[in-house]
């Protein structure tokens, strides 16, 4: 079945570094969405971006689809940033139903 | 503003019984989707719904029912609870008609014992 894969696993970062999280995943993508979860929270929607690149705030992701990969980039850390990253997916196989991967907790230090 | 809620927030039940995990969307997004998150696991779609009066299985359904009597509500239903049905369940709200990002809920943190 659709396998997402994220890396890495956990990344510790001192404030006002950049981070890059990788997302590949199986087989093509009809959507693909990066989400933030704070320690012991919900999880908020960051970016949909199934193809190409885009930016909002401090992040920016650049997903390419026939290599079956996306990236989120935080530039500038902040301590806030701290929590998991997670990346999910809409195989286009008919229904609407988010894969996720297992995620990349980020810790920022100060 | 549009948002989904969860109710309880937190619930302790006892072995065998019943439980009922509700969930409400302001969205009026046709899907909704309850899944589990426990660690080394990740989220996983227990089950989900394409509107009012369907219900459909995901990837791990068994020992659960759901039901969508409404647009804006969806309940998840452990008819005899079990303590490996101890984990974070969150709902959410999607409608790829109307292009739009997945909502979630805050969490029902469920401890069976």
């Known amino acids: 079945g659709q396998q997402v894969q994220q890396s890495p696993a956990s990344l510790v970062l001192q404030e006002g570094e950049n981070a890059e999280l990788q997302c590949n995943f199986s087989?093509?993508?009809?959507?693909l969405q990066w989400f933030y979860q704070s320690p012991g929270g919900s999880l908020v929607s960051l970016l949909s971006?199934?193809?190409g690149t885009k930016h909002t705030g401090r992040l920016t992701s650049t997903t390419v689809t026939k290599e079956r990969r996306s990236s989120l980039h935080i530039s500038s850390s902040q301590t806030t940033d701290s929590g998991t990253y997670l990346c999910?997916?809409?195989?286009?196989?008919?229904?609407?139903?988010?894969?996720f991967g297992s995620g990349t907790q980020l810790t920022v230090m100060p | 503003e549009a948002a989904v809620t969860q109710s309880p927030r937190n619930k302790v039940a006892v072995t065998g019984g019943k439980v009922t995990l509700s969930c409400n969307q302001t969205?009026?997004?046709?899907?909704m989707y309850w899944y589990r998150q426990d660690t080394g696991h990740g989220l996983r779609l227990i089950h989900y719904?394409?509107?009012?009066?369907?219900?459909e299985k995901g990837d791990i359904p068994d020992g659960y029912k759901a039901s969508r009597p409404s647009q804006e509500n969806f309940s998840l239903i452990l008819e005899l609870a079990t303590p490996s049905q101890t984990s974070v369940y969150f709902c959410?709200?999607?409608?790829?008609?109307?292009?739009?990002?997945?909502?979630f809920g805050s969490g029902t943190r469920l401890l069976v014992i």
């Open positions: 959410a709200s999607g409608d790829r008609r109307a292009n739009s990002d997945y909502t």
């Open positions: 087989s093509t993508a009809t959507q």
């Open positions: 971006n199934p193809s």
């Open positions: 999910a997916i809409d195989p286009p196989s008919g229904s609407w139903q988010l894969i």
């Open positions: 969205n009026n997004h046709n899907n």
């Open positions: 719904s394409y509107g009012a009066g369907s219900t």
